[in-house]
């Protein structure tokens, strides 16, 4: 994965497009996420993904949990069609219980039950959707989109939500910032 800083504005949204938003989570990241993550061995955990790309967090996330001694189930949404079918048969192939569903995740049409994921991986694609409402462009971040309609996956109480979110969002979007942080504490 190339590091967005060494892309210049252009560049970096016209590589966002192409791949469709898909810059999936690096595997240092994916480590310093594991090691802050503990159960208890024989503990059922529910892994969800609302942009879950190949399963590129959540089969190593889920990973380090079963060698904690966790249960693990995978679930997740993928739009794009290949990512798709490497996630679908990466279950099937190892037997694993989840599945990913071929949608849209910010689509109307996509509804997933709320409160019962027992970790959310949260890394939606970047960037602005445009909306025309009373004859005015609105332009609304799709993080924004995305957080809002699978922020309540997570349970309430003893879930938890790993956001992983680039730096320069925070800039872009102090609204966006404020929202995220009430949910969270941060950690490094």
């Known amino acids: 994965m190339q590091p967005v800083n060494n892309l210049s504005r252009g560049s970096q949204k016209d590589a ?3 791949r469709l938003g ?6 240092q990241t994916i480590e310093a996420i594991t090691k802050k993550l503990v159960v208890q061995p024989g503990t059922p955990v ?3 993904d609302c942009s879950c790309g190949k399963l590129d967090a959540l089969a190593p996330v889920a990973s380090a949990l079963q060698a904690m001694g966790a249960e693990t189930s995978l679930w997740g949404i993928e739009l794009h069609d290949e990512r798709f079918q490497t996630a679908h048969r990466y279950l099937n192939a190892r037997g694993i219980p ?4 071929h949608a849209d995740a910010i689509s109307p049409d996509v509804s997933v039950s709320e409160n019962w994921a027992s970790v959310s991986i949260f890394n939606p694609p970047y960037g602005e959707q445009r909306h025309e409402r009373d004859g005015q462009i609105i332009t609304v971040r799709l993080e924004r989109i995305f957080w809002t309609k699978h922020i309540a996956r997570t349970k309430r109480g003893t879930g938890i939500t ?3 979110l ?3 969002l925070f800039r872009a ?3 966006l910032t404020r929202m995220i942080g009430r949910h969270f504490v941060m950690v490094y």
């Open 173 to 175: 979007d102090p609204n």
């Open 98 to 101: 989840g599945s990913v569903l």
């Open 166 to 168: 680039p730096t320069q």
């Open 46 to 48: 529910q892994l969800f």
């Open 16 to 18: 966002n497009i192409a």
């Open 162 to 164: 790993v956001a992983i």
């Open 22 to 27: 898909y810059w999936p989570t690096d595997r």
